[in-house]
C-alpha cells in the first residue's frame, strides 16, 4: 500500500512560475562567458580556500561508506587485484576481499533515516539545518568556499540507514564485462602510438554545449615502463606537469593520465596538445591529440543521449574512464572510483532525467577507502571537478547540488548492507531509503529532478526514484529533500559508477517547464472527489488537495490507483499523471467516552450509547468547587467550550481543571482570529497583527523605529490581563532577528512607565538574550549575553516571577533550558504579553530601522499549557439553537477537519422534520441559507438558530407616540 505523507506534502509548497524556471531560450541566451564568469565565482574563492601544502593521503576527499543498513543478497563482486608489501618490500598481488578501514557497523535492519523536513507549511521556510543563504554575492562565494574547505578533507557521510543482506557472493566479473575489457587491451596494445589516446587523437569539444568547467583528454602510456614523469602543452606553451596512475581516485590503472584544460584557455577552432612521457632511462615518447573547440553553443534542455548514434563523446562528454558504447548501451570498462559521464549544459537549472539502467557487479575494491562503498546513480547541478592542494587532475568533488544513487557499503561482521542515498553541496547526506535495494542483472529505470524554490532565498528542491523496467512507474519519490544552502544554482548531470558494473541505456532529460500533468478521479458513486484547483493540467511540482467526501450516510474509505491508502485530503505535489478512485462505506455507530482530570465534569449533548456518522455532539465541560477549566486534551484540544463537533468516529476525550489557575491564561494561537482575551497595542499605528490558524504574526515596517526604551515605548503588543502574582511564562517564537535591532520578546507591565522587558535582539552580528526593566520611564538592563542559535532551533523564553524575584531562561528546541537572568524588582503587575520591534541603528535622520515580523507559536503559562499544541480542530464550531431540542443541524462544503483562515466555507442548515431554520448568529450573520462565503477570518463561534414550524416569532415595531 502505498501512503502518501501529508504533512511532507503540505509543506512542499512549491509553485513553478516563470519568475522561478529558467526557460530554454533563457538558458541559450546564456553566453560562454556567462558560464565561465559563473564558474569562477562558484570554484575560484572555494579552490583558494582549501589549497594546502598536504599531500592527497592527507586530503583525502573519500567517499563515505554506509554507516547502517541492511544486508543484500546475491551481490556479485568484479574481482581486482589489491596490492601489499611482503617483507621485502617488494610489491605482491592477490585476490582478497576489502578491508574494513572506515566501514562502520551496521544498525538494525529496516531502520529508516528520517528525511529532512522540507518546509514549513505556513511561510515555506525549510525545516532542517540549512540556513538562508546571504543574497551577497560576495557572502555567497566566500561561504561556498568555507563549506567546500570545510569538507575537503572530508569523506561522504556513511549511509545512515540500510537494508543487510546475507549471502554475498563474491564472483569474477560478468562475462560480457571480461570479454570487452580483453578486446579493450588488445586494441591498445596494437596501437601503432605509445601513447593510447582512449577516444582518439581528434576530439571535439563544445559541439553541444559546455557540461562543466573544463575539458578533459584521457588515456594512458603504454611505454616505456619503469617509474615515468610526465607533462603536457596546450598550443605550444609551457610544459605542464602530467599525473599518471594509479592514485585511487580518477586515475584508476598504470599509467593511466587525464588531461585537464578550461575551456578558457582554449583558443576556438583547432588546439594542440601534446603529452610526453619520460622513464628512468631519459626514453621519451610523445603524441598529439587535435582538440577542435566549438564555443556559443548551449546544450538542449530537451535532450536524449542515444548511446547507438555514434560514439560516447558525439552525444556527451566523458569526465572519467574508459567507457563502451557497444550495443546501444553505456558501460565502463574498468571499474573504479568515480567513472563519470557528463550530459547537458553547465546553465542548466531545472531539469528531471531519466535513465534506464542494469547493474551487473560491483568491485570490492570499492570498499576500500577513499571509496567507502560502491555506488551507482545521477548527479545533477555538477560545475566540474575543483583543485583541493596542487593535484592533477582536481580532485575536488563537493560542488554540486545532489547525488541520488544505490549505494553499498561492508559492516565490522563482513555483511554488505545497502540502499539508496542523497548527497547534497559539501558531500552530506540528506536522505536515505533503506527499504529498497538492488538487484543484480535486473532492467531499471532511475529518475531524478531538481526544483529551484519560488523563494530566492531557500535551496532547490531534489526528487529521486528507481523502479523495475517491468513494472508501472511509482507515483511518489524514494527520496526527497532540500538541497544545502551555498549549492550551485544551476549545472549539468553526470551519470555515475562509482566500482560498479552497470550498463546505461539512453539519457532522457526534460525542462521542468514543459513538464505538465493531469489528475483523473473517479468514486464508487457513493460520494464525490474535489481537486483543489481544479485545472486541465498542472505545472511540475504544483501543489493540489483532493478531498473525498461521501454522500449522505456514507465515509470514506481508501483511494485505489495511482494513489492507495486512506489519508484523505490528500495533499501533493504534482509531477506526474495521477489516477485515482476513492471509494466509501456506511460506518458503524460511535462511541463518545468523556473523562475529566480534577473537578469538575462533562455535559455531552445529545446524551447517548452510539452515534451515527456525523451526527453532530456537544461536549460542555463544567467546573465545580472553585475550579477552573483548563483544557480539552485526547482527541482534540483547545480551551474552547463548549466544543460541537460531528461524530465520524470513537471519541475519546478529557476535559482538565485545576484549582486556583488564573491568568496569564495559555493561547497556541489555533484560530485565525486574535481571542478575546487578547488587547492588541500599535502605538504608532503602523504595525500588523496575523493570525495563521497555527501563529501570531506582529509585523512592524522598515525606517520606523518600534523600541521598548525611554521616551520611546513603540513596539505593537497583544496585551492580556494578569493578577498580580506569581506565574511562569513560556513563549516560542518561530522567527530569528538577523538584522541589527529587531527584537521580540515577553513585556510584563504595570503600566506604561514601569514593566519587564524580557528579550532576543540582533546587533548587526551576533543575537542577543536581553532582561531588564523600566522604572518611572528610565530603563535599567540586568542582563545582556551573546548566544549562539542553531540553523534549525528556535527561539523560546521563560520569563517567571515569584514575589518580587525574576528569572529569564532561554532554549532552542524548548527541552532543554539555559538561565540568563536572576534578581529583584518590585512590580504590581497588571498586564503581560508578546511583542515585536525595531530600532534605528544610525543616529540622527533618515530612520534606518529594519522591519521585521516576529512570528508566535504559542503563549502558556506553565501551570496550564494547551496539549497537544495546535491539537483543536480549525474549523467552524456550531452551536444549535435551541439546545433542548434537536431541530436541525449545520453541514460545511467542502468537508473537512481543518481549514484555512481564508479559505471559503459553505455552511448549509439543515431543518429536522417540521423544523424551519431562522438565522445564523456569531461569526455569521444573516439568514440566507446556505450561507456561501464564510471564513474562520470572521470567527469560529457560529450559531444556528432553528424554530418549530408554525412558532416562529413575529417581532412588530411601532412607532413611540409622546403626548
Given at each position: ?150 569538507n575537503a578533507g572530508g569523506e561522504k557521510p556513511a549511509l545512515s ?15 560480457k564485462a571480461a570479454s570487452e575489457r580483453a578486446a579493450l587491451q ?539 502574582g506569581d506565574f511562569i511564562i513560556e513563549v516560542r517564537f518561530e ?229
Amino acid at each position: 500500500m502505498m501512503r502518501l505523507s501529508l504533512a511532507l506534502a503540505v509543506a512542499l509548497i512549491l509553485t513553478t512560475s516563470a519568475s522561478v524556471l529558467i526557460t530554454h531560450a533563457d538558458t541559450v541566451a546564456r553566453s560562454v562567458q556567462q558560464h565561465r564568469a559563473f564558474v569562477a565565482t562558484q570554484i575560484a574563492p572555494a579552490t583558494a580556500a582549501v589549497t594546502t601544502s598536504a599531500t592527497l593521503d592527507e586530503i583525502d576527499p573519500g567517499k563515505p561508506g554506509l554507516s547502517v543498513g541492511t544486508p543484500v543478497d546475491n551481490v556479485v563482486f568484479a574481482a581486482q587485484k589489491t596490492e601489499s608489501l611482503n617483507d621485502n618490500n617488494e610489491t605482491t598481488t592477490e585476490n582478497n576481499g576489502a578491508d574494513n578501514a572506515n566501514v562502520t557497523s551496521g544498525g538494525p535492519a529496516g531502520t529508516v533515516l528520517e528525511q529532512a523536513q522540507p518546509a514549513d507549511p505556513t511561510n515555506g521556510n525549510p525545516l532542517y539545518d540549512t540556513p538562508a543563504p546571504d543574497s551577497d554575492p560576495a557572502v555567497v562565494a566566500a561561504n561556498a568556499a568555507a563549506q567546500l574547505a570545510a569538507n575537503a578533507g572530508g569523506e561522504k557521510p556513511a549511509l545512515s540507514s540500510g537494508t543487510v543482506v546475507a549471502d554475498v557472493v563474491y564472483t569474477a566479473q560478468a562475462p560480457k564485462a571480461a570479454s570487452e575489457r580483453a578486446a579493450l587491451q588488445e586494441a591498445l596494445q596494437a596501437d601503432a602510438e605509445e601513447i593510447s589516446v582512449w577516444y582518439g587523437s581528434s576530439q571535439n569539444f563544445g559541439h553541444i554545449g559546455e557540461p562543466q568547467a573544463q575539458i578533459n583528454v584521457l588515456g594512458t602510456v603504454i611505454t616505456p615502463t619503469g617509474p615515468i614523469s610526465a607533462s603536457f602543452t596546450l598550443n605550444g606553451g609551457a610544459a605542464q606537469p602530467l599525473s599518471l596512475g594509479p592514485d585511487k581516485r580518477r586515475l584508476a590503472e598504470e599509467h593511466d593520465f587525464n588531461v585537464e584544460i578550461p575551456y578558457g584557455e582554449l583558443v576556438t577552432g583547432t588546439n594542440t596538445i601534446e603529452v610526453t612521457a619520460t622513464d628512468h632511462l631519459s626514453k621519451t615518447v610523445s603524441r598529439t591529440i587535435k582538440v577542435d573547440y566549438d564555443p556559443g553553443n548551449v546544450w538542449p534542455t530537451n535532450y536524449v543521449a542515444d548511446w547507438g548514434s555514434g560514439s560516447v563523446q558525439s552525444v556527451a562528454q566523458v569526465v572519467d574512464g574508459q567507457w563502451s558504447n557497444s550495443g546501444g548501451v553505456l558501460r565502463p570498462l574498468v571499474l573504479n572510483y568515480d567513472r563519470l559521464v557528463a550530459i547537458g549544459d553547465i546553465g542548466w537549472r531545472d531539469y528531471e532525467v531519466t535513465v534506464p539502467f542494469t547493474i551487473h557487479s560491483i568491485d570490492q575494491e570499492g570498499f576500500r577507502r577513499p571509496s567507502n562503498g560502491p555506488g551507482v546513480g545521477l548527479l545533477l547541478r555538477w560545475q566540474g571537478h575543483y583543485q583541493q592542494a596542487n593535484e592533477q587532475p582536481t580532485t575536488g568533488w563537493q560542488n554540486f547540488g545532489a547525488i541520488g544513487w544505490f549505494r553499498w557499503s561492508k559492516i565490522e561482521s563482513g555483511a554488505i548492507i545497502a540502499g539508496e542515498q542523497m548527497l547534497a553541496y559539501g558531500g552530506r547526506e540528506i536522505a536515505t531509503n533503506p527499504a529498497k535495494t538492488p538487484s543484480f542483472e535486473v532492467p531499471y529505470l532511475m529518475k531524478m529532478s531538481v526544483q529551484s524554490s519560488p523563494n530566492a532565498n531557500r535551496d532547490s528542491y531534489y526528487r529521486f526514484k528507481v523502479w523495475r523496467a517491468n513494472e508501472p512507474e511509482p507515483l511518489t519519490w524514494d527520496m526527497e529533500s532540500f538541497g544545502r544552502a551555498g549549492e550551485p544554482l544551476t549545472g549539468s548531470l553526470l551519470l555515475v559508477a562509482h566500482h560498479v558494473d552497470v550498463s546505461f541505456g539512453d539519457v532522457t532529460v526534460r525542462p521542468l517547464a514543459d513538464i505538465t500533468s493531469t489528475i483523473t478521479t473517479a468514486t464508487d458513486n457513493n460520494g464525490v472527489v474535489l481537486v483543489e484547483p481544479k485545472k486541465d493540467s498542472y505545472a511540475y511540482g504544483e501543489p493540489v488537495e483532493i478531498l473525498a467526501t461521501g454522500n449522505s450516510g456514507f465515509a470514506f474509505n481508501e483511494w485505489h490507483g495511482d494513489i492507495q491508502g486512506t489519508e484523505n485530503p490528500l495533499t501533493l505535489l504534482v509531477t506526474e499523471d495521477i489516477s485515482l478512485t476513492a471509494s466509501f462505506v456506511v460506518p458503524e455507530p460511535s462511541v463518545v467516552t468523556p473523562t475529566v482530570q480534577g473537578d469538575g465534569s462533562i455535559i455531552v449533548s445529545p446524551a447517548k450509547d452510539k452515534y451515527e456518522f456525523d451526527e453532530r455532539v456537544t461536549l460542555t465541560a463544567v467546573p465545580q468547587n472553585g475550579s477552573v477549566f483548563t483544557g480539552w486534551s485526547g482527541a482534540f484540544s483547545g480551551q474552547s467550550n463548549p466544543m460541537s463537533l460531528k461524530i465520524r468516529n470513537d471519541l475519546a476525550v478529557t476535559a482538565s481543571f485545576a484549582q486556583g489557575v488564573a491568568a496569564p491564561i495559555s493561547d497556541d494561537f489555533r484560530s485565525c482570529k486574535l481571542g478575546n482575551i487578547w488587547t492588541t497595542k500599535d502605538p504608532k499605528g503602523d504595525s500588523a497583527f496575523t493570525m495563521t490558524g497555527e501563529q501570531l504574526r506582529i509585523e512592524v515596517p522598515a525606517n520606523s523605529d518600534h523600541d521598548l526604551f525611554e521616551n520611546k515605548n513603540f513596539a505593537p503588543r497583544i496585551l492580556q490581563n494578569v493578577p498580580n502574582g506569581d506565574f511562569i511564562i513560556e513563549v516560542r517564537f518561530e522567527s530569528k532577528v538577523a538584522a541589527r535591532f529587531q527584537t521580540q520578546g515577553i513585556i510584563v507591565e504595570q503600566d506604561d512607565n514601569n514593566f519587564m522587558r524580557m528579550e532576543f535582539f540582533h546587533d548587526g552580528v551576533d543575537t542577543h538574550v536581553f532582561a531588564a526593566y523600566m522604572l518611572n520611564g528610565e530603563l535599567t538592563a540586568n542582563k545582556n549575553k551573546i548566544i549562539i542559535v542553531p540553523a534549525d532551533g528556535d527561539l523560546y523564553m521563560r520569563v517567571g516571577r515569584s514575589g518580587n524575584t525574576w528569572t529569564q531562561d532561554y532554549s532552542f528546541d524548548g527541552a532543554t533550558w539555559v538561565n540568563n537572568a536572576n534578581f529583584d524588582h518590585p512590580i504590581t503587575v497588571a498586564r503581560a504579553g508578546v511583542y515585536g520591534g525595531n530600532a534605528d541603528p544610525a543616529v540622527g535622520d533618515p530612520d534606518t530601522s529594519p522591519a521585521y515580523t516576529a512570528i508566535v507559536d504559542y503563549f502558556f503559562n506553565t501551570a496550564s499549557r494547551i496539549a497537544p499544541e495546535d491539537g483543536a480542530p480549525l474549523a467552524p464550531q456550531v452551536t444549535i439553537l435551541p439546545l433542548t431540542e434537536d431541530l436541525g443541524d449545520v453541514s460545511f462544503s467542502p468537508d473537512k477537519t481543518n481549514y484555512g483562515c481564508d479559505e471559503a466555507i459553505t455552511l448549509t442548515a439543515t431543518p429536522a422534520e417540521g423544523a424551519i431554520f431562522s438565522n445564523w448568529g456569531g461569526a455569521a450573520t444573516g439568514s440566507t441559507n446556505p450561507l456561501v462565503g464564510f471564513t474562520l477570518r470572521q470567527g469560529s463561534a457560529v450559531t444556528a438558530t432553528f424554530a418549530k414550524e408554525g412558532e416562529e416569532t413575529m417581532k412588530i415595531y411601532l412607532p413611540v407616540v409622546q403626548r
